[in-house]
């Protein structure tokens, strides 16, 4: 299965910032009809709906939010391609953690709000003649980084639903594309180390596979030498992200 981006009607969550505002501008750049943006507070999308009013429509968007899922439910009726990409990084251990908030609350935005929004537009999605869910997940989707090992639980999570769902909707026709960067250079990833992936260069090759029917996809150069490590080596890779311990 593929998708056009041109004329489709897409929804972007977390798009006020990062990857998010990079993935409005180029589906406008590419031709989508309307794009949807969810955040959590309308005001910080103001400057972005300013680009583009006319195809640019804001939501307030909690993922974690079962009244904000259900109002954006009801005004996008017309959707193509749900983009789920909010997401929440506590960069804490698992045990070191002083509770289990922070795990609790990326299990909250990595994986219930991917459950939450992709089972809430499935029915939407039905109806198009060819329709897509994308969710940004990590490359810890793969292996554990014991500094954010709550985060990569999440991701990981997150990558058994994104296939479960692939699954359940492919009778009716809605393609699911999970994404695994490394490192971006976004303020969620700014604690990283170099080299970090460009966003447009994460959103570029993600939409390419959106068009391209692929279902997995390890964007950047950078991402794709790591995967072919972990490709040959797993427990290599593992035994080095292990090193990385929480402070």
Do not use: H
């Not at 103001?46 to 968007?61: G, M």
């Not at 005004?75 to 045990?95: K, R, S, Y």
């Not at 003649?129 to 994308?134: A, K, L, N, Q």
């Not at 692929?214 to 080095?240: C, H, I, M, W």
């Amino acid at each position: 299965m593929s998708q056009k981006i041109e004329n489709s009607v897409a929804l972007v969550t977390g798009a006020n910032r990062g990857i998010g505002r990079e993935f409005v501008a180029e589906l406008l750049r590419r031709g989508a009809s309307k794009v949807y943006l969810g955040a959590r507070d309308l005001s910080a999308l103001a400057s972005l709906v300013a680009i583009d009013p006319a195809r640019l429509v804001p939501l307030k968007l909690d993922v974690t939010n079962a009244a904000d899922v259900a109002d954006a439910f009801e005004a996008a009726t017309d959707l193509t391609l749900l983009i789920n990409n909010a997401g929440f990084a506590g960069e804490q251990g698992v045990i070191s953690a002083s509770d289990l908030s922070v795990a609790r609350q990326e299990m909250e935005v990595n994986y219930f709000g991917v459950l939450s929004l992709s089972k809430a537009f499935a029915p939407i999605l039905a109806k198009a003649p060819r329709s897509s869910i994308v969710n940004v997940l990590s490359f810890l989707s793969l292996v554990t980084l014991p500094s954010a090992g709550t985060y990569s639980a999440s991701k990981a999570a997150a990558l058994s639903a994104s296939r479960s769902i692939r699954a359940e909707l492919l009778a009716q026709g809605t393609q699911v594309v999970a994404i695994m960067p490394v490192q971006v250079d976004t303020d969620m990833g700014r604690s990283l180390p170099e080299p970090r992936l460009k966003p447009f260069d994460v959103v570029s090759e993600t939409l390419d596979a959106v068009e391209a029917g692929t279902e997995e996809v390890f964007p950047g150069e950078l991402t794709r030498n790591v995967a072919a490590a972990f490709a040959s080596d797993a427990k290599g890779v593992q035994a080095q992200m292990s090193l990385r311990l929480p402070a």
